[in-house]
Each structure stands twice: as C-alpha cells, then as structure tokens.
C-alpha cells in the first residue's frame, strides 16, 4: 500500500515538475520569438530615408533607391526575422539593375523602425499595405511588385488579403503558418525523429500561443500565410531550398496546394534557408524577374483601387 501510494504521489509529482517546466519554457519561447534582437541599419548615401505610420502609430522607417534609368515598376523588398533592411542589399542592386524603383523597409521591432513585438503578420500586413500605399503615391508606379524573405516572405503573403495592388509576389522561404513553424523550430532541438518531436513539440507551442495571447492580446493561430494564400488571386512565385533546415521546403509545398491557381512553386536543389539566390544566381535572377515581367500587362488603372 504504501510503495502504491509512494509511485502515485512520485507520478504525480513529476506531472506537476512537468507542466511548470512547460509552462516556463513556453514563456520564454514566446518571448524571444516576440522580442528578436534587432540588427544595426548603417548608413547608405545612396538612398533616401522614408517613413510611414503604422495603424497602431508605430514609425515605420525605409530606404527607397531610385534608378539612374527607371521603368515603370517599383518593388517592395522585405527582410527575414532578426534582419534588416540593410541584409536586401543583394536583392535591390538585382532590381534596380532592371530599372525597378526598390522600396526596402525595416518591418516593426526590426531594425530603426519603431514597436515592441514582432507579430509573424498579424500587425504586419497592414504595414505592408501601408507601404505599397506610400510607394504609389510618392513615384506612381504603373506596377507594384513584392519580394520576401524568410519572415518578410511569409509577411508578404499574409498581406495580400488586404493589400491586392500587387501584380505579383516573390516569396523565398516562407512558413505555412506560424504554429506549424513553431513546432518545426522546437522539435529541431529535441533528440527524437522530427514526426515524433513535432507531436511533442505541440503542447508548449500551444502553450505560448496562450500566453502571447493573454499577455499582449496576439492570436498566433491566426498568422497563416496558407489561409492568405488560399482566398488571393495574386500571382505568387514560392522559392524554397531542399536543404533548409530551418523552415522545411513542405512549407512551400502546402501554401502551393493551398492555391494552384495563383501559385508557381520552385524548389532549390542544394539551396539552404534563403540560400536559392546564392547557390543559384543566374537562375534565380531569370525566375524572379521573368515571372514579375509575365504580369506586366495588367491595365493602368489597378492600382487607384484601394481596400
């Protein structure tokens, strides 16, 4: 009786140990994922600094780089999470090369613009449509473009629910969701096959959506490319690396599907997380620019629609 009672109060015990444990480490997974370090914007002589106000009246902050020959068309450069604008450098000098006027921004709690929280989309797709609203009537591009990152790639998709100015979109590396992703990120680091480690990954994330929720009022279930995807009629090119390890190339597969009607999916033999343009350049040059130029013959008066 007593070594029964002894092994129930011991269970019982580390159940307990368990949840507090779970509770905290969802806590401060939360937390660093909201609060990422923020990377130093150095100066650029070559462009001019631009800013907007964001809804919640967070100064958002840019750069805009203008052609020594501009066209028609002006993109929109988005960064990935702990980055900045100065990290799209690469990406600009290949749009302005092709005349594109190129607008590339520090999303919020990034960089020198303003906020506290990283929100994986939820505040951010309204700032993007802030941004193409700037960018058309400062320069009154006959064509918006977009292209992203990593986080900015994924920002740029969940935006086109509310921003549908876009002719078309570039989207390197973006997540599914961020519940998916989160889970993904989190069973890396367990010593289980990932199915497995993604199963066991589900209760702290769940967890942490809670406590984002009930701390700073963040419905993390609600950051979803894939459901933005899913109801956009604008064309989107998805560019994935078959060996990135840090968002899996499956993400790309299941926005694809969620859409094949707008979508053109391109996976990345040997190409790690954003590493397509690296390892392949020549091609990804010809596959950006090529689809971004299949969609230039849209009528002129598209972008006087506002939503």
Not at 174 to 192: G, K, T, V
């Amino acid at each position: 009786m007593m070594a029964r009672r002894w092994v129930g109060w011991t269970t019982a015990a580390l159940a307990v140990i368990t949840s507090v444990l779970c509770v905290i480490g969802s806590v401060v997974l939360c937390e660093t994922a909201v609060h990422p370090p923020r990377r130093e914007v150095p100066s650029n002589p070559q462009a001019r600094a631009v800013e907007v106000i964001a809804r919640d009246g967070v100064l958002l902050r840019a750069w805009l780089f203008t052609p020594s020959a501009p066209t028609a068309n002006a993109v929109l450069v988005l960064h990935g999470i702990a980055d900045s604008r100065a990290g799209q450098m690469g990406l600009a000098r290949m749009f302005l090369d092709r005349g594109y006027v190129v607008l590339a921004p520090d999303s919020r709690a990034h960089g020198e613009s303003g906020g506290d929280l990283a929100t994986y989309g939820l505040l951010e797709a309204d700032d993007v449509h802030r941004w193409v609203s700037w960018i058309i009537g400062d320069r009154h591009p006959l064509h918006v473009f977009g292209m992203g990152e990593s986080l900015g790639a994924a920002v740029l998709i969940e935006s086109l629910p509310v921003e549908s100015r876009f002719s078309a979109i570039a989207a390197d590396s973006a997540f599914a969701s961020f519940e998916r992703i989160a889970r993904d990120r989190l069973a890396e680091m367990l010593p289980f096959p990932l199915e497995i480690g993604r199963f066991l990954a589900a209760p702290p994330v769940w967890a942490g959506f809670v406590y984002a929720r009930l701390r700073y009022g963040l419905d993390f279930w609600a950051a979803s490319p894939q459901a933005a995807i899913a109801r956009s009629t604008t064309p989107v090119l998805l560019i994935h690396g078959l060996n990135d390890t840090k968002t899996p190339f499956q993400h790309s597969e299941i926005l694809a599907a969620s859409n094949r009607n707008t979508t053109t999916l391109w996976l990345v033999p040997g190409a790690g997380h954003t590493g397509a343009f690296g390892t392949a350049p020549r091609e990804f040059e010809a596959r950006v620019l090529g689809f971004f130029e299949a969609y230039q013959n849209l009528p002129p008066g598209i972008h006087d629609r506002e939503k």
